[in-house]
């Protein structure tokens, strides 16, 4: 089963379409979205597990010059 997160992303000021265009280059990111509030953007990352999400995050999301902070949401799914 694929895991599958939302990753809230603070960008540096002057940064959003650096960071949003390389995001969007970065394997594993299936969508990104700027939006308004308290975060920048929002991607929507896949991988194998939810370790493969973490090790993403750290090496390839957080590593984006101009990424400030992230928050991980991972996502669950009901049984109904």
Not at 2 to 23: N, Q, Y
Not at 24 to 30: I, R
Not at 61 to 75: F, L, M, R
Request: charged share 15%; aromatic share 4%; net charge negative.
């Amino acid at each position: 089963m694929t895991a599958t997160a939302h990753i809230l992303i603070s960008v540096a000021v002057g940064k959003a379409r650096t960071v949003f265009e390389k995001l969007a280059k970065t394997p594993g990111v299936q969508h990104v979205d700027a939006i308004s509030g308290p975060y920048d953007m929002i991607a929507t990352v896949q991988a194998g597990d939810f370790n493969q999400i973490g090790t993403m995050v750290l090496d390839k999301i957080q590593a984006i010059d101009g990424v400030v902070d992230t928050i991980t949401c991972n996502v669950t799914h009901f049984e109904v």
